[in-house]
């Protein structure tokens, strides 16, 4: 089956972690028909020379530059109708696939018709160490898949294979979510009764800053998961005191817990550690 691949980039990515992401996809056992790369705003010329460099190594890479920073959400908004396949993979600039990831995905999509939205695990490794740390787990089942969505994002959004047809039906990514604009998609998908599923198996590695715990709070992070309640509520997928609470809960954890219990819950609750 033709598929694409759908990347952003931006001026803070990292030109050697961007070449190691793509080289992954690249290397996979079935490899993307295309591969397109959103470019976010101007970038450094270093960053620029990388991509002309990978333009150049694989022919499949197709670049859509953007003049203003607007986000990842606008990027994949835009370009995701720019994508000539019916099957469409994300990958982020700084991952690493693993080499059998596209095999398995098509194979399913193969085998069950009716699948909109196809996902996986993830090896978070911290970028010093290049140590496994910690496995986000997510649910398997459209049942199970629908109680999570509940309370957190029952996707790991850098593993996803999806029809594009089915995700630009209700919408496609929106574009004025700077961040957590696959939580948002994923509840409308869940919403609209898309046929959603993941495979108990890891997909991909991803890089972890541990710097990312102190970004992960404060109120400007506790706002956007506001926002993502209430489209919960607005689905009915949750009901009035489920949006009290789970508001409650945030606003613990991302306004006044400090940055290290973040990390500790983040760590030891949320992920299931490596060596566990």
Known sequence: MDFSVLMSVYYKDNPQWLKEAVDSVMNNTIKPNEILIGIDGPIPKELEEKLKELSAKYKQIQLVCFKENRGRGAILFDTLPMSKFPLVAIMDSDDICYSDRFEKQ????????DLDILGGFIEEFDEDTKEIVSVRKVPLTQKDIMKFVKFRSPFNHVTVMFKKESILNIGGYSSTMRFAQDYHLWIRAVANKLTVKNISEVLVK????F?????????KYFKLNKILQEELLKYKLISFPRYLY????RFVAQVILPWQIRRWLYLNVLRKQKNV
Request: no cysteine; net charge positive.
């Open 106 to 113: 098509l194979a399913l999509f193969e085998q069950e018709k």
């Open 211 to 219: 710097k990312m715990f102190g970004r992960r709070g404060g109120y």
């Open 206 to 209: 991803v890089r972890v800053d």
């Open 246 to 249: 789970n508001l409650a809960i």
